[in-house]
């Protein structure tokens, strides 16, 4: 991020709070520098925008957020169930019904 044309601006936005936690876990390696990684931290705007900085200075690849939301919901209602069965039942229903039908319709385009 450092390279970027408006560096300055950048680490300004970033630091403080959550925001500085977070980057500085990153760093040091104490957690990767993956989306993975990002995606393992709680859901919210603080890590959204981290993950969009990241993006922007070509530090992460750009990766189809439409998909990857709708699926990281999906496993946390199917994981959340009480029972395995339930589980079961919701895994292959969000699997085979819901995310299938929701790739078909995007084919890589912005859906609503």
Not at 23 to 41: H, W
Request: charged share 25%; hydrophobic share 35%.
């Amino acid at each position: 991020m450092a390279g970027t044309e408006r560096a300055g601006t950048a680490m300004r936005r970033l630091s403080g709070g959550i925001v500085s936690t977070v980057l500085s876990d990153l760093g040091s390696g104490r957690r990767p520098l993956t989306d993975e990684a990002l995606d393992q931290l709680p859901a919210g705007k603080v890590v959204e925008h981290i993950r969009g900085v990241l993006v922007a200075t070509g530090t992460l690849p750009q990766r189809f957020e439409q998909m990857v939301r709708p699926e990281r919901h999906l496993n946390d209602l199917v994981t959340s169930h009480a029972t395995a069965e339930g589980r079961k039942i919701l895994h292959r229903y969000a699997t085979w019904h819901l995310l299938r039908r929701l790739r078909r319709c995007s084919r890589g385009n912005d859906i609503t």
